[in-house]
């Protein structure tokens, strides 16, 4: 992983030379005014960032050292990229309001390829707002109702497996439950049987080429990608085919979107504009599933860790499930109701999000020129927002390496914490994600415990933490 990581920000550098007008747009001579350095030619200070990004404390040092000497604002050269890195709440309100279209959203170069030019990423301003508006009532409280049962079921099916077993690698599990959620969202996909396993393996190869090599060439991860890409959008076409062709109805997100929302061919009809053609709606759902699979994966994966830390947040925890059980008639499950109403596991979800700061810095492109703490930011830039301080300042989140989620007793002021993001990209998934979440854990505290098998720290260089040895547990029913 690390070695990818390496070759990909060496290619990058490589290709920042091809693209040489890109490369101007931010050059050093440019950005003379902004402290900070870009250490060595090629490489800048990616070795110091990369090694920084997977010791247990993430890129906090790395920050903590250049804000101290620099300040709030500085500049780096770390990815390929020039950048320049900032903090605090008034640097988060106007990167991440974004207001007047003054940044957009700035992906990898492999990944805007992978997704295609109608992702939700790839847009923005009112084509942006459409497409939020369109995905937002499936992934609401009430559109995700249907979806309880499944995962519930899903929950304790994986869970009773896990006894039997000398180690559990609870992030490969979590990625297993959290893939066939969103794929029986999607388009009604059975947990187990071949369509599993296609999606499964593309969906794999789709997620490994996101940040890799941009070489389009046979054998390449970018290559693959793009490859398993086009069979998943197979797949997608040929369910939609069947829906529109079958008289059965199905009760998933395809089916939503594709009664509310497919274009007829001649575009002509009423509303028009409320509608998406098969590819932006492909492309959407390929999205969906890029920005949710490992966020929650990973999000669920350091609950159990920062869980098992914490005995005695684990305990409080288990007591509010308690509570649910005594409270519940006999013979019955865990409901729809008893899942609104988690409040201190929703503030252990919180907590664990901002420890774990799973996406360490937001990043954008800067869309015109404007000013940030009396710094000029030029149009073309790169900018990322630092989120790691932000979670971990002392002024907010008092001893902020401490786990506690009574942090989140009272109401934070906005764009201190940041867990899901805010403003007009704020994550449309979070609802979706707090309830497997909260499902998962419901079923795991109520019945079983788990010890860690090893005190390792690491964490694995990708763009979302996880843990790099995959937290293995041995686990057992209480
Ligand atoms: C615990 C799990 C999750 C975490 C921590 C998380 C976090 C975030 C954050 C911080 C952002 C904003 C990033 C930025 O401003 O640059 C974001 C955006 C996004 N998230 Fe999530 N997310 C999670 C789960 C999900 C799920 C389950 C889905 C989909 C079903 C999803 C879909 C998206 C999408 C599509 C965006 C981009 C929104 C836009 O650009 O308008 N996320 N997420
Ligand atoms: C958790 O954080 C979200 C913002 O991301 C906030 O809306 C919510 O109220 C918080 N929940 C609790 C229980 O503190």
Redesign the pocket.
Known sequence: METMMLLVLVASSVLSVFFLRKLLSSSPKEMEAIPGSLGLPVVGESFSFISAFSSPSGIFNFMKERQERYGKVFKSYVLGRFTVFMTGREASKIL?TGKDGMVS?NLFYTGQQVLGPTS??QTTGDA?KRL?RL?AEP?SVDGLKKYFNFISTLAVDTLEQWPAKKKVLVLEEASTFTLKV?GNMIMSLEPMGEEQEKFRSNFKTISSSFASLPFNLPGTAFYEGIKARDSMYEMLDSTIANRRSAESSHQDFLESLIMKHTKSGDGKGDDQENKLTDQQLKDNIL???V???D??T??LTWTMKFLAENPQVLEKLREEHRLILVKRSDGATLSWSEVNNMPYTNKV?NET?RRAT??PW???KAAQDFEIDGYQIKKGWSVNLD?VSIHHDPQVFPDPEKFDPTRFDAPLRPYSY?????????????N???L??CIFIHHLVTKYKWTPLEKDGSVQPTLVRMPKNKYPVFVESL
């Open positions: 991440l959203l939700l990423l942006h939020r995905i992934l969103i999205t969906l599933l920005a949710g699979h966020t929650t990973a999000a979800i999000l799973i996406l937001y990043s954008r989120v940041l867990g899901f993001g805010n403003g007009p990209r704020m994550c449309p998934g979070i979706l994600a707090k497997e979440i």
